[in-house]
């Protein structure tokens, strides 16, 4: 692609990756962000390896490994408190090349933001794709002030993507999971905690340290789609977890009614046919919603903007670019949406007989080891970004891993 202007439709950790990556490769860049400013959002998010090697790219791993606050151990509960498996920061850094990093989004988002000159994101925003384009013609997107003419669009607009319905009307889009999850982020608890998933019947929390002291807690659970709660969130977490060990009951103390977020999950089992078409890409949960299960939508989503950018800038005409984009990066999504599904479906085993065998079979695998228990997460932790001579649509050998089927062993939830 001649390096010429490129649109980014949304501001979120995809989009702003992208931006960043086109703009480091000489690409004129404009982000457009529908919501009026970019509001900090009060949940955390994970950066495993495979999304600190692509970072690693824009010159800003660094800048986030030193965020790092997974020092010592961690593992998988039950909610009694009981150890069902114990793996370490130092266990997943030697597998991995480097450690889990939990970070406040707002954090990530000022990273990138910082990364790109003043001017470059416009909030208030709204856009569409008017035309695509093509190798012959720029894409064309529209604003409610003017119409745009682009050689490069990305669709990074969320898993509600108006840009993905655009490009593919026939697509059914994103389905509900069968659950919804709550995330809060609250001070310094007075009690140290070691950081913890606990799996119970039909449930799920998490709690991790953030750097600056805080602590970043997430919640899951079987519920009818749309559910109601006849108070509060809050209340609602104490019904389903005040019982659960410590630190919940002291997190649940502390957090406000107005802080606590909940979300349906919605997910693509049914993939796209493309990531691309003419001169439009799409990627994140634009391209490729996913469980929380395995912690990585937005490390996913800064994979595609690295490698986008990486494309984009071979000097291909943009159907060569991005059709070797979308090989690169549809196999590798396809195969971790579809092991967050099953991994959805281990985690909120409700059944008595059931939750019992799984969790006995959790602990006989942890006494072998850490190295077992991360071994689900070959394939995708150890991902690095395409090299300059690297051949389009090639399979790094870590995706092919991914693909194998293999279960998802205990891992601290990365978003």
Do not use: C
């Not at 009060?42 to 800048?63: E, T």
């Not at 019992?356 to 077992?372: C, E, K, N, T």
Request: charged share 20%; net charge neutral.
């Amino acid at each position: 692609m001649e390096q010429h202007r490129a649109v980014v439709i949304g501001a979120g950790v995809g989009g702003l990756t992208a931006a960043v990556a086109l703009h480091r490769g000489g690409w004129d860049v404009t982000v457009l962000e529908r919501a009026a400013a970019l509001t900090p959002v009060g949940a955390g998010i994970g950066l495993a390896p495979n999304a600190q090697r692509a970072l690693d790219v824009i010159d800003l791993g660094d800048q986030v490994r030193a965020l790092s606050a997974w020092q010592g151990d961690g593992g998988m509960r039950a909610p009694d408190g009981r150890w069902l498996a114990r793996t370490s920061a130092r266990a997943a850094t030697e597998r991995f090349g480097g450690p889990l990093v939990l970070l406040h989004r707002a954090t990530l988002v000022g990273i990138l933001l910082g990364a790109l000159p003043a001017g470059v994101v416009r909030t208030g925003a709204p856009a569409s794709v008017a035309d695509p384009g093509d190798d012959a013609r720029p894409a064309l997107v529209r604003t409610p002030d003017a119409d745009i003419e682009a050689e490069l669009v990305v669709g990074a607009d969320g898993i509600r993507s108006t840009v993905r319905s655009a490009l593919f009307p026939d697509h059914p889009g994103p389905q509900y999971s069968g659950f919804t999850t709550w995330r809060v982020v609250v001070p310094a608890l007075d009690r140290p905690f070691a950081p913890h998933e606990t799996w119970g019947r039909g449930r799920l929390w998490g709690t991790q340290p953030l750097k600056d002291g805080r602590v970043y807690a997430y919640a899951m659970a079987a519920a009818p789609e749309g559910a109601q709660v006849p108070d509060d969130e809050r209340a609602e977490l104490r019904r389903l977890f005040g019982g659960w060990h410590h630190p919940v009951p002291e997190i649940l103390a502390s957090v406000a009614p107005d802080a606590v977020l909940r979300h349906d999950v919605h997910h693509m089992l049914d993939p796209l046919p493309a990531f691309h078409h003419g001169r439009v890409a799409l990627l994140g949960d634009a391209a490729h919603a996913m469980q929380p299960t395995l912690g990585q939508g937005g490390n996913q989503a800064i994979e595609d903007a690295v490698v986008l950018a990486h494309h984009a800038g071979r000097g291909l005409p943009p159907s060569g670019a991005l059709a070797a984009y979308t090989a690169d990066r549809l196999p590798r999504t396809t195969a971790i949406v579809r092991k967050a599904a099953r991994t959805g479906r281990l985690t909120l085993l409700s059944a008595r007989p059931a939750v019992a065998a799984r969790d006995a079979l959790i602990a006989a695998v942890s006494r072998f080891g850490p190295g077992l228990v991360l071994r689900g997460f070959d394939g995708i932790a150890d991902w690095r970004p395409p090299t300059a001579d690297a051949r389009p649509g090639a399979a790094h050998p870590a995706d092919e891993r991914a693909a194998d089927g293999r279960s998802a062993g205990q891992r601290p939830r990365v978003s």
